[in-house]
């Protein structure tokens, strides 16, 4: 690292602990989403292999985690493989489930986190679907973030699934259409979505500089608030965070009032 590029790093921790200073932590959002996006950008700019840039992203995982702890963060939603992210090439998609069946496993074996799933897990292999399983059952009683680890998550994929879930369960109990029809309202939705008794996201964070959110959480997001961000996934700083959260923080949420 050249002298300039040391320069830059010191004033960015400077900034960044000015920015943490001034951080009310009544402020925070509850439970964030992100979109983890822009690793095989990163690899790209930066020469390297696209499974690099999958690993640097996965990487920065627990680092963003550790950043969450310390602003009181609860929740967090990790959006991390997409329903339309099988349709890649096979030589990328192997590989790239086996960097996030590593991920789940450390994210476990961490002990700070407690692991959920949410997404189609008839999507995943037998064996993706028994990390998840372990990991879930391994920090079920861990006291800490709830991290959702968003695997073969698609956000129409998540409400088709909520219905066939409302519908099997009204056969199971004799309901009949006509009932059910009477009976449905948001709240009977919601409790057949994959983040059941959990808060939705108070914010949103999309890296890599897209401004869409590509089907994440439709329902949850309703009422959240986004932050784009134009830097990759994987060169993700700190300061970046805290950014999000001080942007979010000066908002004022009205839910429609």
Same mark, same amino acid.
């Given at each position: 690292?050249?002298?300039?590029?040391?320069?830059?790093?010191?004033?960015?921790?400077?900034?960044?602990?000015?920015?943490?200073?001034?951080?009310?932590?009544?402020?925070?959002?509850?439970?964030?989403?992100?979109?983890?996006?822009?690793?095989?950008?990163?690899?790209?700019?930066?020469?390297?292999?696209?499974?690099?840039?999958?690993?640097?992203?996965?990487?920065?995982? #627990?680092?963003?985690?550790?950043?969450?702890? #310390?602003?009181?963060?609860?929740?967090?939603?990790?959006?991390?493989?997409?329903?339309?992210?099988?349709?890649?090439?096979?030589?990328?998609?192997?590989?790239?489930?086996?960097?996030?069946?590593?991920?789940?496993?450390?994210?476990?074996?961490?002990?700070?986190?407690?692991?959920?799933?949410?997404?189609?897990?008839?999507?995943?292999?037998?064996?993706?679907?028994?990390?998840?399983?372990?990991?879930? #059952?391994?920090?079920?009683?861990?006291?800490?973030?709830?991290?959702?680890?968003?695997?073969?998550?698609?956000?129409?994929?998540?409400?088709?699934?909520?219905?066939?879930?409302?519908?099997?369960?009204?056969?199971?109990?004799?309901?009949?259409?006509?009932?059910?029809?009477?009976?449905?309202?948001?709240?009977?939705?919601?409790?057949?979505?994959?983040?059941?008794?959990?808060?939705?996201?108070?914010?949103?964070?999309?890296?890599?500089? #897209?401004?869409?959110?590509?089907?994440?959480?439709?329902?949850?997001?309703?009422?959240?608030?986004?932050?784009?961000?134009?830097?990759?996934?994987?060169?993700?700083?700190?300061?970046?965070?805290?950014?999000?959260?001080?942007?979010?923080?000066?908002?004022?949420?009205?839910?429609?009032?």
């Amino acid at each position: 690292m050249n002298l300039r590029d040391k320069l830059r790093s010191l004033l960015v921790r400077v900034y960044a602990r000015r920015v943490e200073g001034h951080l009310d932590h009544d402020q925070v959002p509850k439970h964030i989403g992100v979109i983890v996006d822009g690793s095989r950008r990163w690899a790209k700019a930066a020469g390297s292999t696209t499974m690099q840039g999958h690993q640097a992203g996965a990487h920065k995982i #627990e680092e963003f985690l550790g950043w969450c702890t #310390e602003t009181d963060v609860e929740v967090v939603t990790l959006w991390l493989l997409s329903t339309d992210n099988f349709n890649r090439p096979k030589e990328e998609l192997v590989p790239l489930l086996g960097i996030i069946d590593d991920t789940v496993r450390s994210l476990a074996a961490d002990g700070r986190w407690r692991v959920h799933h949410v997404g189609a897990l008839d999507l995943l292999s037998p064996g993706m679907q028994r990390t998840l399983k372990e990991a879930e #059952e391994a920090t079920a009683d861990v006291d800490g973030i709830l991290v959702n680890v968003a695997i073969g998550y698609g956000g129409r994929q998540e409400i088709a699934d909520a219905v066939r879930s409302m519908l099997l369960d009204a056969q199971d109990k004799g309901t009949s259409m006509e009932e059910l029809a009477e009976s449905v309202d948001i709240d009977m939705i919601g409790r057949h979505l994959y983040t059941v008794d959990q808060p939705d996201p108070d914010l949103v964070i999309r890296t890599s500089g #897209e401004q869409r959110l590509s089907g994440f959480m439709l329902w949850q997001t309703a009422h959240s608030e986004y932050y784009f961000c134009d830097v990759f996934w994987p060169a993700f700083r700190k300061v970046d965070f805290l950014r999000a959260l001080r942007d979010y923080a000066v908002r004022h949420r009205r839910y429609g009032g």
